[in-house]
């Protein structure tokens, strides 16, 4: 049969000059995350097929790439003659790292500190319609701290990420900010029934593309009652995104919003604006819906100028590990888009800080032994100050050579000969 | 469906003092191999099924997880009644890293250096029975130099990967080196068929357990020709395992065996033995087979006598990239056993060097946000210099809480409370 040059259709091979920014940014991240006491886990690439398919992972769940079984397994579904390709499969490549998350916290809790700080770095995969600058597989970077009710956890998490983002040279970025518990009780005091919450807030999700009036003329024209519907776009019309907005909500709804769900947003705002080290904004956003019905409680996402969306986003998902466990475990989580910061370091020619002088040996052909010896123990010896030297044949054509190796960055050139010296 | 708590069969949840360690590997892994020039790439963890299938690697291809097919693709196949599964999949997970990175430099050659060498760090799977200390998820670690015909390749993998070595506090070990012309020489000058050759090395690779009388019995026991058998065993009882037994080989094999092959040998291992960084040992080792049909040229492994057995190796393939662009290019590697490394790091309780002092603040419940901020930015410039501060909401026991933070390495712990300043 013959060999396939190009990857799989919506999958990438990684040249180095992109390798080089991933794995620079890999490091900062493992590095400022550990600052704030997250430690790094992994759970496998491959996943139940059953946790795949729990409805979890909403519109994701239709895009697995499934795992054939193995062996007799296989042979006796084969046999079945079946029609779909549910008794076939037995597991599912991660579209997340949240779910596995949670069965990862539920596996081993009794090994975990208690509240737990997860950092995970890792691919996952989608088999999205394959467009571009976007993949099939993909890295994503997690922080999660599982076991703190307190908004402790939103705090320290959006500390972290902004932190990141701030020694990745990015500035002027906005963290937005919501409740899914404000969302629902915005929707209740307009007067919205609950069956209709999710039906309203995808509408609501479109604000920022359509405006207030096309929030308004897409309800109406869904059915909703003119009074609700008024009522609703009142509110947005008049709250603020800062913490005045905060309590305007809070006054306005009154007892149909817990008074602590307010105080709490007021509170991670202050904190975060007073001890933030990246230059960046956080608002409050009351049309932030974030699509995950896994969310609970507070919810946010990063808003980039440059990149025209977000580069990442999360929020509290208080009831996702109990569906392991049987007992909720209070779980928040913030996830950065890593391929979507590296895109923009990529465009931006982002220099990688530390990078030393890269020197390159040429060597002529045929090299004796002895001769050898001596220049590989002055390699070792540059080498291990942390200097890059590589060493490389002479070819015919040295000035050709040496240019192709100016473009990969190397600057300093030393030659040896068999003969002569140096 | 009930969620499923224990990760999928053969793979693992890894816990965070195994991930403390893979981290440190890792990043030593890609800052002493770029030292040497080593560029770091990434293929994607599916591969089409057809490369997978193209008989290079060996028993790995009947270990494949193989996917299946998505959308109407999946449907059509279905509704083939395929008995047999190969038309319901159209990938796999890799099973290593050097199929896909032949397909990657045939697909990405005019954009990379020549030579060019490869750094690759990745997951691979293999559908193994699952037994102790294997998985069926496990990260492989090769460089690669794609290009260099001249021992130039193997003298810098080897001295690469020794210093890794070295650098991870590993002391004499062993490098073990042949060349698969040696091994094929030694069996033409001895009368065997060349059919027979690859039975012939089966045999020979079980020298190290059944010794030489043991291999004599089984290839007397497979009908070879006695006088073929003692011939060959001979070669065996006189040879040395450093140079001295490279030129005994050369002496005797005479016009059977290229002069060009003992001498490339012989200077690979003078090379490396004076010009070595770490604490090791490198011998010739006429019985080294290693299974991969796709070697060419010298082949080596690292033994370890803590490990009581190979924990890395390699050897020179030139022809395997040429499968996919039709021309030959010359191509040597080497691969660490990462997972092998790490459970020796981990048995010998490994400290990582450079782990700083780890600091807890426990901070009352319901702290307001004022004194949060203060609390913050005290986190924020101890944060800055590189230390851990895990920030804590003080528990009831405190003593307990205090202890448990301790095991994970907590040595400094400050209080902070509401109402009183510190």
């Known amino acids: 049969m013959a ?63 499934k795992i054939l079984k193995r062996g007799e397994k296989l042979d006796a579904a084969l046999a079945g003659n079946a029609i779909d390709s549910s008794s076939l499969v037995d597991g ?47 890295m994503q970077c997690d922080i999660d701290i599982l076991g703190e009710p307190t908004i402790l956890a939103e705090i320290e998490l959006i500390l972290a990420t902004t932190t990141l983002l701030g020694k990745l040279d990015f500035k002027n970025f906005t963290i937005r900010i919501n409740d899914r518990r404000i969302l629902k009780a915005m929707a209740a005091y307009s007067g919205f029934a609950e069956t209709d919450y999710d039906n309203v807030f995808i509408t609501l999700d479109k604000m920022d593309k359509i405006g207030l009036d096309g929030v308004k003329e897409e309800l109406i024209a869904d059915g909703y009652a003119e009074e609700s519907v008024i009522k609703y776009l009142g509110l947005f019309e008049k709250v603020t995104a800062d913490i005045a907005g905060v309590r305007f909500i809070k006054e306005t709804l009154g007892d149909v919003l817990d008074a602590d769900v307010a105080d709490g947003l007021e509170t991670i705002i202050a904190s975060v604006e007073g001890a933030k080290q990246a230059e960046f904004k956080i608002s409050f956003d009351p049309t932030l819906v974030r699509g995950m019905s896994y969310y609970t409680g507070p919810i946010f996402e990063i808003s980039m100028d440059e990149f025209g969306g977000s580069v990442g986003g999360g929020g509290r998902y208080d009831e996702m590990i109990g569906k392991f466990t049987g007992n909720a475990t209070p779980a928040c989580g913030f996830s950065i888009g890593f391929e979507r910061i590296v895109m923009l370091l990529l465009e931006r020619d982002f220099k990688i800080p530390g990078t030393g002088e890269k020197t390159a040996y040429l060597i002529e052909k045929n090299m004796p032994a002895e001769r050898m010896q001596e220049i590989l123990t002055k390699a070792k010896a540059e080498r291990a100050t942390g200097k890059i030297v590589n060493i490389a044949i002479m070819k015919k054509n040295k000035k050709f050579q040496k240019e192709q190796m100016e473009a990969e960055g190397y600057t300093v050139f030393e030659e040896f000969y068999i003969n002569k010296l140096n």
Chains 1, 2 share one sequence.
């Not at 180095?16 to 496998?44: H, N, Q, W």
């Open 92 to 138: 599912g490549l991660r579209y997340d790292l949240t779910l596995p998350l949670s069965r990862y916290y539920s596996n081993n809790a009794n090994e975990l500190p208690n509240p737990f700080k997860a950092l995970q770095m890792g691919n996952v995969w989608r088999a999205d319609r394959p467009q571009r600058g976007r993949y099939r597989q993909f």
């Open 3 to 65: 060999m396939k040059k190009k990857p799989v259709t919506g999958m990438k091979d990684i040249l180095p000059k992109e390798m080089a920014i991933r794995d620079y940014c890999i490091g900062l991240i493992k590095e400022t995350y550990k600052t704030f006491g997250f430690c790094s886990v992994e759970t496998p690439c491959v996943e139940h097929i059953e946790n795949l398919s729990s409805k979890q992972g909403g519109e994701n769940e239709k895009l697995i790439f």
